[in-house]
């Protein structure tokens, strides 16, 4: 036998081995990656997944923790259609997401435009856009009840330098809403940030071409701009409505949400779905029907998402696939 065969035997006899190896190396790999994702994966079953099907369980029962559930069927699905605070409840958090979602997302993108030009003490201004968005929301809504005070209010008492009467804000069915909202685009800094950085990341490149091609700041927005920051722009219109749909502790602190389950706001002006839900759930012990709200909700937002996304390929751009037409 030849040198160059006693290399070659070896070699085949290693590369018969070689399958079996890899298959070992691929099993351990994929045992220690389980053990380190195993307190995730336990937290996810024990805190998300078991819930949500005990919530299902529930939602067909009628069931006030104390006692031991009893089987109803769909009667707690049957009596949200004849529940007028379900319905009113769902008018408000609907408010919500057709005004203070579309209007977050006008407010974030003009600041992250402003912010992103080369002004002096754009980062001082930054940061202090930003700040609001660190404060806890009780402390948010503590701090807006005093500045909404018809009496003392600080808008209002600068209103009236100029001999104008302010409105009445939370104590008013018509204006406690829009407080809310006014609220929101105070502390709109996450969002302005998101924006900032897609801004950023636009290319130079294009923008100097489409002006060089005679394109003028209201075209290279709309053509260049907008296209490049799209994705970003779904992202906060998604989580723009997440945070719409369970809108809770600034509302329910501001319209004085009671231990007793009494109406929140003026008039049950500022009763958002949520926060009836945590009233049947938490006040009044009626969990049966606070899970099938829970599970309305959940089917809701679903749906509604998947709307957004399948919109979302008409004009959403990403690098290297379709551009706006």
Do not use: C
């Amino acid at each position: 036998m030849s040198s160059v065969q006693q290399r070659v035997v070896p070699l085949q006899t290693r590369s018969k081995n070689t399958p079996g190896r890899k298959g070992k190396l691929v099993h351990s790999r994929i045992r220690w990656g389980l053990l380190f994702v195993s307190p995730w994966l336990i937290g996810l079953l024990t805190l998300v997944l078991v819930p949500m099907l005990l919530s299902l369980y529930y939602s067909f029962t009628d069931y006030n923790i104390i006692g031991a559930p009893r089987w109803v069927g769909w009667d707690n699905y049957r009596a949200l259609l004849d529940d007028p605070t379900f319905w009113s409840s769902s008018y408000n958090t609907l408010y919500l997401v057709v005004f203070m979602v579309p209007s977050s997302l006008v407010v974030g993108l003009v600041y992250a435009l402003l912010l992103n030009q080369p002004i002096r003490g754009r980062k001082l201004f930054r940061t202090v856009l930003y700040m609001p968005q660190l404060v806890p929301p009780v402390a948010t809504s503590m701090l807006w009840i005093w500045i909404l005070n018809p009496s003392f209010g600080l808008i209002n008492k600068f209103l009236g330098i100029f001999h104008i009467t302010g409105p009445l804000w939370l104590a008013s069915m018509e204006w406690s809403k829009p407080s809310l909202i006014l609220i929101h685009w105070w502390s709109i800094g996450g969002t302005m940030l998101i924006f900032l950085a897609g801004l950023q990341g636009v290319s130079p490149a294009l923008l100097e071409a489409a002006y060089l091609d005679g394109a003028g700041a209201w075209q290279r927005f709309r053509h260049v701009t907008l296209p490049a920051i799209s994705p970003l722009m779904l992202f906060n219109l998604i989580m723009g409505v997440l945070g719409a749909m369970q809108y809770f502790t600034q509302a329910y602190i501001m319209g004085g949400g009671g231990s007793d389950g009494g109406s929140v706001g003026v008039g049950g002006s500022l009763e958002f779905y949520s926060i009836y839900l945590y009233q049947l759930a938490f006040v009044n012990l009626r969990m049966g029907y606070a899970s099938a709200l829970a599970w309305v909700l959940f089917l809701i937002l679903a749906v509604l998402i998947g709307l957004l996304l399948a919109w979302s390929k008409k004009w959403t751009h990403y690098e290297g696939m379709k551009t706006w037409k």
